[in-house]
């Protein structure tokens, strides 16, 4: 009986059938109820019962083996007229859709990656900080207005634990660790107590940078922020340094660039005047680096920071900064080519 059964499933396994007719013809052979299948169907009846256990399940794996070629061949011969030129079988049969960066990241990789090229590494610090290093570390007087609750989210007062308001608090924290020379730029999410409008929100993005070693001078911050400017918005950008006030740095400056909408022209974006503020940055105080345990007099550094935000609009002209924390996807779709 196993013999008969293997002798089918050889003579099924090579059938053909050049159209239905054959293919019914076929089925007819061997599934139809008189059928060569159903026909051993019957036999196993007559089967020993010490060998029904072995025979039982050969039959039926012979019986859907010729199911599925009979269906197999059926399916071939339906197919064969169609013209299957213009089909690209290999596409994917549902599209997937691919995502896209969200602009801020779009940029913030972009000034990590001009830093990069000078030598800087990034470095991270905790948004959820203390009042050392986001204030007294840098020098900020205890009556200092940015320690106001107005400004800054208070998690716990005494001992003070809040949410940084910007990211030049991880520039002690890397220096409170770190021998000279050190060369960093340190990206993140910085927290302030405002309204939320097209013009402010109570999170953003900055940047920092941060480079102290030996003999560091203004000319050094100079030629670096002329780097980053001509990198980011191309070698015709012209950098003008204004004096200007931080506890943390002495000088103190912000950098403007010329307007890049109207290339110094004058227009509605720079309000006229050519020139556009896009950061903050000075040499690194010397009582900055005193509370960083660095010694002052071996060592000199600059630092600067920007944000994000202000860079994106510069670039792609985002009027409303809720725009990019509303999640629209018809808002960052427009970035999908910026990658
Ligand atoms: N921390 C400043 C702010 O949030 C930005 C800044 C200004 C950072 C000057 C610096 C700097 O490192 O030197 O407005």
Same mark, same amino acid.
């Given at each position: 009986?196993?013999?008969?059964?293997?002798?089918?499933?050889?003579?099924?396994?090579?059938?053909?059938?050049?159209?239905?007719?054959?293919?019914?013809?076929?089925?007819?052979?061997?599934?139809?109820?008189?059928?060569?299948?159903?026909?051993?169907?019957?036999?196993?009846?007559?089967?020993?019962?010490?060998?029904?256990?072995?025979?039982?399940?050969?039959?039926?794996?012979?019986?859907?083996?010729?199911?599925?070629?009979?269906?197999?061949?059926?399916?071939?011969?339906?197919?064969?007229?169609?013209?299957?030129?213009?089909?690209?079988?290999?596409?994917?049969?549902?599209?997937?859709?691919?995502?896209?960066?969200? /602009?801020?990241?779009?940029? #913030?990789? $972009?000034? @990590?990656?001009?830093?990069?090229?000078?030598? %800087?590494?990034?470095? +991270?610090?905790?948004?959820?900080?203390?009042?050392?290093?986001?204030?007294?570390?840098?020098?900020?007087?205890?009556?200092?207005?940015?320690?106001?609750?107005?400004?800054?989210?208070?998690?716990?007062?005494?001992?003070?634990?809040?949410?940084?308001?910007?990211?030049?608090?991880?520039?002690?924290?890397?220096?409170?660790?770190?021998?000279?020379?050190?060369?960093?730029?340190? /990206?993140?999410?910085?927290? #302030?107590? $405002?309204? @939320?409008?097209?013009?402010?929100?109570?999170? %953003?993005?900055?940047? +920092?940078?941060?480079?102290?070693?030996?003999?560091?001078?203004?000319?050094?911050?100079?030629?670096?922020?002329?780097?980053?400017?001509?990198?980011?918005?191309?070698?015709?950008?012209?950098?003008?340094?204004?004096?200007?006030?931080?506890?943390?740095?002495?000088?103190?400056?912000?950098?403007?660039?010329?307007?890049?909408?109207?290339?110094?022209?004058?227009?509605?974006?720079?309000?006229?005047?050519?020139?556009?503020?896009?950061?903050?940055?000075?040499?690194?105080?010397?009582?900055?680096?005193?509370?960083?345990?660095?010694?002052?007099?071996?060592?000199?550094?600059?630092?600067?920071?920007?944000?994000?935000?202000?860079?994106?609009?510069?670039?792609?002209?985002?009027?409303?900064?809720?725009?990019?924390?509303?999640?629209?996807?018809?808002?960052?779709?427009?970035?999908?080519?910026?990658?």
């Amino acid at each position: 009986m196993l013999d008969k059964i293997k002798q089918l499933h050889d003579e099924i396994a090579s059938l053909t059938a050049a159209d239905s007719a054959e293919v019914e013809a076929l089925r007819i052979k061997y599934l139809s109820k008189k059928g060569l299948v159903p026909a051993l169907m019957n036999d196993f009846r007559s089967v020993p019962a010490d060998q029904k256990r072995t025979v039982g399940p050969a039959i039926n794996e012979l019986k859907s083996f010729a199911t599925d070629k009979i269906n197999a061949l059926r399916e071939a011969v339906e197919n064969k007229g169609a013209d299957l030129s213009g089909i690209d079988l290999t596409r994917s049969a549902s599209p997937v859709r691919l995502g896209t960066r969200h /602009p801020l990241s779009i940029v #913030r990789e $972009e000034i @990590i990656a001009i830093f990069r090229r000078l030598g %800087f590494t990034i470095a +991270e610090g905790p948004e959820i900080e203390d009042d050392w290093h986001v204030f007294s570390s840098l020098n900020f007087a205890e009556d200092h207005p940015a320690r106001d609750m107005q400004d800054t989210f208070f998690i716990q007062r005494n001992p003070d634990v809040l949410l940084r308001t910007h990211t030049s608090s991880v520039q002690s924290r890397v220096m409170e660790c770190t021998e000279p020379p050190i060369r960093i730029i340190c /990206p993140g999410r910085v927290y #302030r107590n $405002e309204a @939320i409008s097209a013009r402010a929100h109570c999170f %953003f993005h900055q940047v +920092e940078a941060l480079y102290v070693d030996k003999d560091v001078t203004f000319a050094d911050l100079r030629q670096t922020l002329m780097y980053f400017a001509q990198e980011m918005f191309g070698p015709d950008t012209k950098i003008r340094l204004r004096p200007s006030y931080f506890p943390f740095t002495e000088p103190s400056a912000e950098m403007d660039i010329s307007c890049n909408l109207c290339g110094g022209k004058g227009c509605a974006f720079c309000k006229g005047t050519g020139w556009v503020e896009i950061l903050g940055c000075g040499m690194v105080d010397p009582n900055v680096l005193r509370s960083c345990k660095i010694d002052p007099e071996a060592y000199s550094g600059f630092a600067l920071g920007m944000g994000i935000e202000r860079i994106t609009n510069l670039k792609y002209q985002v009027k409303d900064l809720r725009m990019f924390s509303e999640n629209d996807v018809r808002f960052l779709e427009e970035f999908t080519a910026a990658h």
